[in-house]
């Protein structure tokens, strides 16, 4: 499992960061969503990008933002990708490509087989589906920590690259590669100690045991 990309997401202090980098993980998600307890302003956007440079890529995550807030979060934390994780419709995906310049995640919430094939309308204005586990109406729509029925994957066939997410462990992250065939695994409070405090023991088992397979 050597080629699967790893994102750490919810990355909010500068040990949690040291920690992603130096545990050879590709994506630093930054959470840009002030309900979150992982929520950072643009001052510390900046010295994320300021300590970690060109060593990782710095996916800004949004829910259903305004170009203003996008615009801010974009040039304060260098943002190499967008991810989008509320109820941006494939046209605000596309617009939002297309003004940023850059890749765009979409989050797709799933409970069932239908959630999976909605994921195709993202064709042509996506650059990654991002599966992630519904979650209960009135709570945080990601960042929970609560998985779904892989099984719904293990066929996946579509026509844009996707990432698994929601509930993965360094210890059950071998068997939802293996269950799903996913080229990409999220993880957020998987790797925590506390909501929004991320434990670099943590992520560096989580990256061993996607690497090691
Ligand atoms: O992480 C958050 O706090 C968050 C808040 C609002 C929307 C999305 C959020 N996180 C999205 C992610 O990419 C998480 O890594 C993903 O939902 C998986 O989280 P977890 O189940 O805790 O590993």
């Known amino acids: 499992m050597g080629n699967v990309k790893i994102k750490i997401c919810g ?4 040990a ?3 920690g992603a980098i130096d545990a050879g993980a590709d994506y630093a998600g930054l959470v840009f969503y ?3 307890p ?3 302003g643009s001052n510390d956007a900046a010295l994320l990008a300021e300590r970690s440079g060109p060593r ?3 996916v800004g995550l949004f829910v259903d933002a305004d170009d203003a807030q996008i615009g801010d979060a974009v040039a304060a934390g ?3 990708a967008l991810q989008l994780h509320g109820s941006e419709a494939p046209a ?3 617009d939002l490509r297309a003004r940023f310049g850059l890749p765009v995640w979409k989050a797709i919430a799933v409970s069932s087989a239908s959630d999976v094939k909605r994921a195709e309308q993202y064709a042509g204005a996506a650059d990654l589906v991002l599966f992630d586990a519904r979650t209960p109406k009135g709570t945080l729509p990601g960042g929970m920590g609560l998985s779904f029925d892989w099984s719904l994957l293990r066929h996946y066939r579509g026509s844009l690259p996707w990432g698994l997410a929601g509930g993965i462990t360094p210890a059950n992250v071998a068997h939802a590669i293996a269950q799903t065939g996913a080229p990409l695994v999220d993880v957020s409070s998987g790797v925590e100690s506390a909501p929004g405090l991320k434990d670099p023991a943590r992520i560096k088992a989580f990256v061993s045991a996607v690497r090691k397979g």
Do not use: T, W
């Open 11 to 14: 990355i909010s202090d500068g």
């Open 16 to 18: 949690a960061m040291d």
């Open 34 to 36: 002030p309900p979150s």
């Open 38 to 40: 992982r929520h950072i």
């Open 56 to 58: 990782i890529a710095r």
């Open 78 to 80: 260098r943002l190499d």
């Open 92 to 94: 605000r995906a596309a």
